[in-house]
């Protein structure tokens, strides 16, 4: 009995000295082989800096494009006013006319005389709109281009190799949620960045660069006071050419 129990030990003794030999076997393999050949393995992608920018914001903060399109909107206004009065003039002339007997000398050149001025009328008109259009078109392309300019500047500066553009909705929309404006915050997700840390944008770097360069020259506009005109009443059609994002040129503070 005494040697059964001997046996079984030493077996057992045996079994264990086998498992711990494997398990150091097996270690000593793991940290004997050679590592990789470094020129073999493939280097980790870098690092790339990324900034985000809100284009749309600076383009309605931008203190000479804000001068520039309330200039144009008063410009529009006094060619409206203008034309508003060739039109009464042609419906005097039309009163005129009804007056007359047909076929007479004076009828034919009464109307011979309308249709001239109403011809006129219309090439006066269409001349307008679009050299008022043309005019926007020309204050918001130089706008962009100059914050364009800030941002490659900005990004070479300071080594950031991607800028991305990140319009950003919620800030455009009145405090008051409604179905539109909620659709209108919720679709941004499908062309901008869904989230991304404020240390990363470099919208409030551009805009004090703006703002220093006009000052003196124009007013800083007030975004938050912008706004409240923006929805203080439904925007009507404007022929005047806006910006990138579209939005409607405001009347003077």
Same mark, same amino acid.
């Given at each position: !009995? @005494?040697?059964?129990?001997?046996?079984?030990?030493?077996?057992?003794?045996?079994?264990?000295?086998?498992?711990?030999?494997?398990?150091?076997?097996?270690?000593?393999?793991?940290?004997?082989?050679? =590592?990789?050949?470094?020129?073999?393995?493939? *280097?980790?992608? $870098?690092?790339?800096?990324?900034?985000?920018?809100?284009?749309?914001?600076?383009?309605? %903060?931008? $203190?000479?494009?804000?001068?520039?399109?309330?200039?144009?909107?008063?410009?529009?206004?006094?060619?409206?006013? @203008?034309?508003?009065?060739?039109?009464?003039?042609?419906? *005097? !002339? &039309? #009163?005129?006319?009804? =007056?007359?007997?047909?076929?007479?000398?004076?009828?034919?050149?009464?109307?011979?005389? +309308? #249709?001239?001025?109403?011809?006129?009328?219309?090439?006066?008109? *269409? @001349?307008?709109?679009?050299? %008022?259009? !043309?005019?926007?078109?020309?204050?918001?392309?130089?706008?962009?281009?100059? +914050?364009?300019?800030? /941002?490659?500047?900005?990004?070479?500066?300071?080594? +950031?190799?991607?800028? +991305?553009?990140?319009?950003?909705?919620? #800030?455009?929309? $009145?405090?008051?949620?409604?179905?539109?404006?909620?659709? =209108?915050?919720?679709?941004?997700?499908?062309?901008?960045?869904?989230?991304?840390?404020?240390?990363?944008?470099?919208?409030?770097? %551009?805009?004090?660069?703006?703002?220093?360069?006009?000052?003196?020259?124009?007013? /800083?506009?007030?975004?938050?006071?912008? @706004?409240? &005109?923006?929805?203080?009443?439904?925007?009507?059609?404007?022929?005047?050419?806006?910006? $990138?994002?579209?939005?409607?040129?405001?009347?003077? #503070?």
């Amino acid at each position: !009995m @005494k040697r059964t129990l001997l046996c079984l030990l030493a077996m057992v003794a045996l079994v264990a000295s086998g498992t711990v030999t494997s398990n150091l076997l097996a270690q000593q393999g793991a940290v004997a082989q050679p =590592a990789a050949n470094p020129q073999q393995q493939q *280097a980790a992608a $870098p690092l790339i800096p990324v900034a985000v920018v809100d284009y749309m914001y600076l383009m309605d %903060i931008h $203190p000479k494009l804000y001068a520039d399109m309330n200039a144009l909107m008063q410009n529009q206004k006094a060619a409206s006013e @203008k034309l508003q009065a060739d039109r009464t003039q042609l419906a *005097a !002339m &039309q #009163r005129e006319l009804e =007056a007359m007997t047909v076929g007479t000398p004076d009828y034919t050149k009464k109307m011979e005389d +309308i #249709r001239r001025a109403d011809s006129e009328f219309k090439i006066r008109a *269409a @001349k307008m709109s679009e050299e %008022i259009q !043309m005019a926007g078109l020309h204050a918001n392309y130089n706008a962009f281009l100059e +914050i364009k300019n800030m /941002v490659n500047v900005y990004a070479e500066r300071y080594n +950031i190799a991607v800028v +991305i553009n990140n319009m950003d909705v919620a #800030r455009r929309l $009145p405090k008051e949620r409604s179905p539109e404006t909620m659709s =209108a915050e919720m679709s941004q997700l499908e062309t901008t960045v869904a989230c991304h840390q404020s240390a990363y944008s470099i919208t409030p770097a %551009i805009e004090g660069w703006l703002n220093n360069t006009y000052k003196g020259k124009y007013d /800083v506009v007030n975004f938050d006071q912008l @706004k409240e &005109q923006r929805f203080a009443k439904p925007q009507q059609q404007t022929s005047v050419a806006t910006g $990138p994002g579209g939005g409607q040129p405001m009347s003077p #503070r």
